[in-house]
T-cell receptor, first 111, second 114 residues
Framework: QKEVEQNSGPLSVPEGAIASLNCTYSDRGSQSFFWYRQYSGKSPELIMFIYSNGDKEDGRFTAQLNKASQYVSLLIRDSQPSDSATYLCAVLKTSYDKVIFGPGTSLSVIP | ETGVTQSPTHLIKTRGQQVTLRCSSQSGHNTVSWYQQALGQGPQFIFQYYREEENGRGNFPPRFSGLQFPNYSSELNVNALELDDSALYLC?????????????FGPGTRLLVL
């Protein structure tokens, strides 16, 4: 089992719709969870982080964490073509402070 | 644009050669992490440096080594290059006491091994 798994996609949504990106992780002791956006040919950019169970909202982005299910998601409301990118889920393993990235989900927002 | 810079931007080497990649961290950041990102995959943690010492390492062989300097800049050295070392190498700087939420990536160095 991979440590961090994401649907590889590509995920296509129409402009204005809600995009839902999912991530599962295997280490039950993980404490910190991050979502990065990576445009083609560019480096990752941190867009959200979440530490506690529940929802965390920042503008059009909402991160959801369920530690019991070892599941973290990212919702993008009112999706725009500029949101088209690869979204990387990352998990911080407290024991070694080694950040584990998932393979990423490619999102395409269709005008 | 973050304040993290990397050089060179692109590099072509042949199998067996050695390469040194450089990273300057964002002002005020004291921790530098290096990642390898193969095409179509997420970044893989190589190692992290704090106060000029290695502070955590991923599953990479010893031919991957690094340095951090007093000004917090860093180098990644790879010896005996293999074809599978072809990837985007990312440097990220952060504040040790604030962790990943302060982590900013540089633009990366794209390495091609022939």
């Amino acid at each position: 089992q991979k440590e961090v798994e994401q649907n590889s996609g590509p995920l296509s949504v129409p402009e204005g719709a809600i995009a839902s990106l999912n991530c599962t992780y295997s280490d039950r002791g993980s404490q910190s969870f991050f979502w990065y956006r990576q445009y083609s040919g560019k480096s990752p950019e941190l867009i959200m982080f979440i530490y506690s169970n529940g929802d965390k909202e920042d503008g059009r982005f909402t991160a959801q964490l369920n530690k019991a299910s070892q599941y973290v998601s990212l919702l993008i409301r009112d999706s725009q073509p500029s949101d088209s990118a690869t979204y990387l889920c990352a998990v911080l393993k407290t024991s070694y402070d080694k950040v584990i990235f998932g393979p990423g989900t490619s999102l395409s927002v269709i005008p | 644009e973050t304040g993290v810079t990397q050089s060179p931007t692109h590099l072509i080497k042949t199998r067996g050669q050695q390469v040194t990649l450089r990273c300057s961290s964002q002002s005020g950041h004291n921790t530098v992490s290096w990642y390898q990102q193969a095409l179509g995959q997420g970044p893989q943690f190589i190692f992290q440096y704090y106060r000029e010492e290695e502070n955590g390492r991923g599953n990479f062989p010893p031919r991957f080594s690094g340095l951090q300097f007093p000004n917090y800049s860093s180098e990644l050295n790879v010896n005996a290059l293999e074809l599978d070392d072809s990837a985007l190498y990312l440097c990220a700087s952060s504040l040790a006491d604030r962790g990943q939420e302060t982590q900013y990536f540089g633009p990366g160095t794209r390495l091609l091994v022939l």
